[in-house]
Nanobody
Framework: QVQLVESGGGLVQAGESLRLSCAASGNIFSINTMGWYRQAPGKERELVADITNGGRTNYADSVKGRFTISRDNAKNTVYLQMNSLKPEDTAVYYC????????????????WGQGTQVTVSS
């Protein structure tokens, strides 16, 4: 079985930084795109940033220049460095990854982490 485990959320003041991590574990063969999404109360879940296994990145306009996504393929881990945080960044942040796993039979699908709360006070 495959799971994604996130860490690094918390409560910070506006202007401060946080780093989120998400590690995938299990009988993993390969991982395609990994990304971070967020969902604020009363709003739909939205893409924050994603990164392909080749390192190509994509960011929401609202976080460009402040957030940086990266990954360590050897560790099946994706990171989100969040700088200059704003109160409007407050949300539950979810990790997502498209994973190929298995040995005798290969299975592939999108997986989600459990979410980590990020709260930015003004």
């Amino acid at each position: 079985q495959v799971q994604l485990v996130e860490s690094g959320g918390g409560l910070v003041q506006a202007g401060e930084s946080l780093r989120l991590s998400c590690a995938a574990s299990g009988n993993i063969f390969s991982i395609n795109t990994m990304g971070w999404y967020r969902q604020a109360p009363g709003k739909e879940r939205e893409l924050v940033a994603d990164i392909t296994n080749g390192g190509r990145t994509n960011y929401a306009d609202s976080v460009k220049g402040r957030f940086t996504i990266s990954r360590d393929n050897a560790k099946n881990t994706v990171y989100l460095q969040m700088n200059s945080l704003k109160p409007e960044d407050t949300a539950v942040y979810y990790c997502n990854a498209y994973i190929f796993w298995g040995s005798a039979i290969m299975t592939h699908r999108s997986y989600w982490g459990q979410g980590t709360q990020v709260t930015v006070s003004s």
